[in-house]
């Protein structure tokens, strides 16, 4: 399968004549392939956007609405085959993929309607010492104007409708950026839009070879904002890289579960379990480290190594919850960071067997804080279990990372819970449950190394617009 990139309302087929092939983290051979577009079709991919954005503004926000409510009933039309190509480009059972599909649907629904009852504010100039009830601010909402959106792997298409439809409900144009294992169903999730009617240019896919168009499309100055998902690394490096525009960005994380003596461990061993391995860890929320208080070490560790021999092992075409990691580079490193873990020290419970991309889900006990393990994202199904001897010592170490996404804390203890909740340096702490971003509306936040700016609902909308001051001088 080779997929044009998606200009002018048309499909097209790069001048470069070049494309870049997309491999399957499961399966030999190549899955499908998508255009290496040059430098001078950015340019006109964001040319013509700026102009279309003009006009697609002018229109009113419930006309922009009809677009994207056919969008959805489209993408729904095309769920089985979406979820068919993003299962064979990221190694997601077929289930999970349609759930995707339909938690986008859900999450574009909900953008539209939140966006239909969204209000301007006025404010009255008497308020401040000095003013007067004559003079009358009319703040408005308005669009920033073409907005970069950068979308990683493994959330192909509900982590770039988190971005396209908010965008889009606010009057901006948008260039999608997809991840090259992830263009796939990105370029699909598009078809969709193209058969919504969205007006031409509204929309541009862009694909292509990082090095020829990643830091040329985040450095152009014909881009207005850049909302991006993806691995810390990448976030510093566009950060570095952008122009003054505003920035909302989604990176890594090493969330802790964090497992208080008192705590329900039967449920503590559930969430974490699915927190840590469903789709191999490969989750920024996935929970990455267990800290457990010494008291209850022995029996959760026993708990959690019970579950992790129940786990299905295998390809996403079985339904597996561990299936293959995205590429043979993630699978090096995963294992490096196991074999570095159990040189210093640490106690294998289960796994550390792998088959080429297929990492069986790891359980560290022993796990001391010179192991790299303890501070370092796997991105894959590797659990590290550290003890701690109070949770003084485990907010220490939860906030030594240099991630701050969310924590997961387990007690029955509500002021316990809420004490450590309020030290915790992340975006969220989630009480007796996984991490984890659903549902969709909440807000999201990475802080320190896991990003900037919230997304959920309606804060992705507003960070799509700025204020706008009108002041009314009445006589
Ligand atoms: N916090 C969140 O919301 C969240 C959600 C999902 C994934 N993630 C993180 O994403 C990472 C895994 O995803 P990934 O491997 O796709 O991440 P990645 O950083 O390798 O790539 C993300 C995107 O950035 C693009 N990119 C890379 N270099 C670029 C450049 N110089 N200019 C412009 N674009 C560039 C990639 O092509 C891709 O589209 C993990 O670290 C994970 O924690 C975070």
Known sequence: MQLPYYINGEWRKSSSNETVKIYSPYKDGVVGEVQAITREEVDEAIKLA????????????????????????ELLAMKDEIADIMMQEVGKTFADAQKEVERSADLIRYNIEEAIHMYNESMSGENFPGGSKQKIAIVERVPLGVVLAISPFNYPVNLSSAKIAPALMMGNAVIFKPATQGALS?????????????????????????????????????????????????????ASKAKMVPLVMELGGKDPAIVLPDADLKLATGQIISGAFSYSGQRCTAIKR??????????????????VAKLSIGSPEDKATVVPVIDTKSADYIQGLIDDAIEKGAKVLTGNKRE?????????????????????????????????KDAEEAIEIANK??????????????????????????????????????????????????????QGVPKSLQSMTRDKVTVLNLQ
């Open 186 to 238: 990105g370029i699909k999730m598009i078809e969709a839009l193209h058969k919504a009617g969205i007006p031409k240019n509204v929309v541009n896919v862009v694909t292509g070879r990082g090095s020829v168009i990643g830091d040329y499309l985040v450095e152009h100055k014909g881009i207005n904002m850049i909302t991006f998902t993806g691995g810390t690394a990448t976030g510093y490096h566009i």
């Open 290 to 307: 267990v800290l457990v208080q010494d008291e209850v070490a022995d029996q959760l560790t026993d708990m959690l190594a019970a579950e």
């Open 50 to 73: 700026a102009e279309a954005q003009k006009a697609w503004a002018e229109l009113s926000i419930r006309e922009r609405a009809t677009y994207l409510y056919r969008w959805i009933d």
């Open 401 to 454: 990372s240099e991630f701050g996404l969310q924590a997961s804390v387990f007690t029955n203890d509500i002021n316990k819970a809420f004490h450590v909740a309020k030290k915790l340096e992340t975006g969220s702490v989630q009480i007796n449950g996984r991490t984890e971003r659903g549902p969709d509306h909440f807000p999201f936040i990475g802080v320190k190394g896991s990003g900037v700016g919230v």
């Open 356 to 388: 080429g991309n297929l990492i069986h889900p790891t359980l560290l006990a022993d796990v001391t804080l010179d192991m790299r393990v303890a501070w370092e994202e796997p991105f894959g199904p590797v659990l590290p279990i550290i003890r701690i």
